[in-house]
């Protein structure tokens, strides 16, 4: 059967299922000519249908779009793009090669896909290309599911991979689920225990597991292919539509425990890395509008540290990163996103930071993404850093706080000259965000996140060990502010146990007693190691998979970090929505410092000490907070209470389970006039009249 194609529409972009047939649109403003290929087994090393796209009939401007009628959902599709290859020009057509339609909401034929025959110019790859499948995404029942909307002051984010989740096989589930959307639908009622409010996802967009060192998988995903199509090795549903329903499964299952789903999106960079990469999709289509290109227009610029940055500012680009965050909340249901490297967003054409970066404004006045969260990695790898001033005026996005991991970790650690940035931290980082516009929720805190130690490693080792990533320990960052406890890496001493323990409890404390929204990395709960490797994107093993045997074997960690999500979730005190004023006792009635003497904090650089009382300005609510970074014990004066309260002690990190943190409704009452707060510990206390 012969099939050809109507003229068909210039819009919308890429595949879309009519009434009596899909109308296929791509964009190419210095193609030559276009052949749409119709495939109907994923790894077939011929098309079974060749439709030339006519320059006169198919092409309007620079879209080239056709309409097939009797095609429908299902459709296995690809592209060959005719147009000069002079790299010094900027032009890198091959059409031997199979491309991705940039639109794509589902892709096949991973299976045989080959990283290394699609970056062989001349080479003919349609047996070992990705291949595109037409989506209707016009049936799936949502059952009335909507966007959660949990507000910042409410939030607990948990960032985790979905395949290192439940991908161990001591998970407990079957072999088909494990590592897949299925399974982590499995694993909510865990999440929900733990009383984290949003997930957020290392990338789900269909990414190349081969962009790595040979006998290496790219794990982490920030290596993307399609930014419409959900990665498919997640799906326990092998059949060619199945990711795009179970992903939209997961993301129901989640909403109904009250879970919101933010994804980590990268718009800074492509699989298709440098000017030896492979030609997957846009390269092929028109490169020089999809990259930055150098002066020498043959190589690219590399803002991303992976070979390439993306051409955010492009129009085409531009639509093209908009359609997409659109298609995820609109048609997946998605509640937010975490711009991976989101200073890349704010160059120009040709690599320069602009003032107001067009990509990024748009994004902020989008109606439909009104609603989410938009969460930036405020800085790129090339110097471009942001935290503090991301955007401008009137902006919506949040931002990693990187200071504040870098400080708490220093002052546990037992780092001089810190005391002071560490006020600034619990406040909310006023000395990052000073404008009194800027409520609390700007600030995403975190101690630990995928890049870099877990939380187990920042007090287990000293050094990063990243020799199996085979890159001869030039990869991951030198500079991780952790200390052994005396040993590196494991141990069986007990004293060093108790103190890496305490040290853990330290930093979850800080996290949780800081004003801002906390996220916590995935396992950090139950101790999770990757043996001192602290860039993982390439181990996609037990080194990086959760450890379910952890939950029972630290479950004295688990229930402090459980109670401790239970204890901030109850108290006003710490769901302030504005920042607090800055370091200055009388700027804020409602903050007063101390040391160990009240109302004489000691900010010295070699201060390893720090109190604060913090008064709710409605609520009666009255927290102490002590730390203790020295090796000897302190004792700390505590505020006077007036009538009927009394002081209950919450926390204390030198305690052995359980007695390190006692819920509210049973916590004792602390009747002296001082605290002893025991070396290298916090101390939680709370005011309130006794039952």
């Given at each position: 059967?012969?099939?050809?194609?109507?003229?068909?529409?210039?819009?919308?972009?890429?595949a879309t299922v009519m009434p009596d047939g899909v109308n296929f649109c791509?964009?190419?403003?210095?193609?030559?000519?276009?052949?749409?290929?119709?495939?109907?087994r994923p790894d077939q090393a011929k098309p079974s249908h060749i439709i030339s796209l006519d320059?006169?009939?198919?092409?309007?401007?620079?879209?080239?779009?056709?309409?097939?009628?009797?095609?429908?959902?299902g459709q296995i599709y690809g592209y060959r793009v005719h147009g000069p290859f002079d790299p010094a020009q900027g032009y890198r057509f091959d059409p031997s090669k199979v491309l991705l339609d940039p639109y794509a909401k589902a892709i096949v034929n991973e299976e045989y896909y080959d990283r290394r025959a699609a970056s062989r110019p001349g080479y003919d790859n349609c047996a070992q290309a990705l291949k595109g499948v037409v989506v209707d995404t016009s049936t799936y029942d949502w059952e009335g599911d909507r966007l959660l909307r949990t507000p910042y002051t409410r939030s607990i984010i948990y960032e985790m991979h979905v395949g290192g989740f439940t991908r161990h096989p001591n998970s407990g589930l079957p072999d088909d689920k494990r590592g897949t959307y299925a399974g982590l639908i499995e694993k909510i009622p865990y999440l929900q225990s733990l009383g984290v409010t949003a997930v957020e996802l290392l990338p789900v967009h269909f990414f190349d597991a081969q962009d790595a060192q040979d006998g290496l998988k790219?794990?982490?995903?920030?290596?993307?292919?399609?930014?419409?199509?959900?990665?498919?090795?997640?799906?326990?549903?092998?059949?060619?539509l199945g990711p795009v329903d179970e992903f939209r499964d997961m993301v129901k299952a989640l909403h109904r425990a009250g879970i919101e789903v933010i994804l980590d999106v990268v718009?800074?960079?492509?699989?298709?890395?440098?000017?030896?990469?492979?030609?997957?999709?846009?390269?092929g289509l028109e490169n020089s509008a999809y990259y930055i290109l150098e002066k020498d227009r043959q190589f690219y610029s590399n803002y991303s540290g992976c070979g390439n940055a993306l051409r955010a500012n492009h129009p085409i680009v531009s639509q093209l990163i908009l359609d997409s965050?659109?298609?995820w909340v609109s048609e997946m249901h998605v509640d937010g996103f975490r711009f991976d490297l989101a200073s890349v967003l704010w160059r120009d054409d040709v690599g320069l930071p602009i003032e107001r970066s067009p990509i990024l404004w748009t994004i902020e006045m989008d109606p439909v993404l009104a609603r989410t969260k938009i969460i930036a990695e405020a800085w790129d790898a090339a110097g471009l850093y942001q935290v503090g001033k991301f955007v401008g005026t009137g902006d919506r996005f949040a931002e990693w706080n990187g200071p504040f991991r870098d400080d708490m970790r220093r002052f546990v650690k037992g780092d001089e000259g810190v005391a002071k940035r560490v006020a600034h931290r619990l406040l909310g980082s006023p000395d990052i965000y000073p404008r009194m516009d800027y409520d609390t929720t700007r600030s995403i805190n975190f101690v630990t996140c995928h890049d870099g130690f877990t939380i187990n490693d920042v007090v287990s080792y000293n050094e990063k060990h990243n020799a199996a990533n085979l890159e001869d320990s030039r990869d991951g960052s030198n500079d991780n502010h952790s200390w052994n406890c005396g040993v590196e890496g494991p141990s069986k001493d007990p004293r060093i146990e108790r103190l890496r323990d305490r040290q853990i409890k330290n930093l979850i404390s800080l996290l949780f007693l800081s004003q801002g929204t906390p996220m916590m990395l995935m396992g950090d709960e139950v101790r999770r190691t990757q043996q001192g490797n602290n860039n993982g994107y390439c181990q996609d093993s037990e080194v990086s998979w959760f450890n379910w045997d952890d939950v029972e074997k630290r479950s004295g960690l688990l229930r402090f970090t459980r109670e401790f999500i239970r204890f901030v979730q109850a108290v006003q005190l710490f769901q302030l929505d504005r920042v607090l004023t800055g370091f200055s006792f009388q700027d804020d009635p409602f903050v007063v410092w101390h040391g160990v003497h009240l109302g004489q904090p000691d900010l010295n650089p070699n201060s390893h000490t720090l109190a604060l009382t913090l008064q709710h300005p409605k609520k009666q609510e009255h927290i102490h907070i002590m730390l203790n970074a020295y090796w000897e014990s302190l004792s700390f004066e505590l505020p006077p209470l007036d009538g009927s309260e009394c002081w209950h002690r919450i926390v204390d990190t030198y305690l052995s389970p359980p007695e390190d943190f006692c819920p509210l409704e049973t916590a004792p009452v602390f009747s002296g006039d001082r605290y002893t707060v025991q070396p290298r510990s916090v101390a939680v206390l709370m005011a309130f009249v006794s039952p």
């Open positions: 059967m012969t099939l050809k194609a109507l003229p068909g529409q210039s819009f919308p972009l890429g791509i964009f190419s403003k210095s193609a030559q000519a276009i052949e749409l290929l119709l495939f109907d320059s006169r009939h198919n092409k309007s401007f620079h879209y080239w779009h056709g309409f097939v009628p009797g095609l429908k959902a790219n794990y982490w995903g920030y290596s993307t292919i399609s930014f419409f199509a959900p990665h498919r090795a997640y799906s326990a549903d092998r059949s060619y718009f800074n960079h492509s699989a298709e890395g440098n000017e030896n990469g492979p030609t997957l999709s846009f390269r965050l659109r298609y």
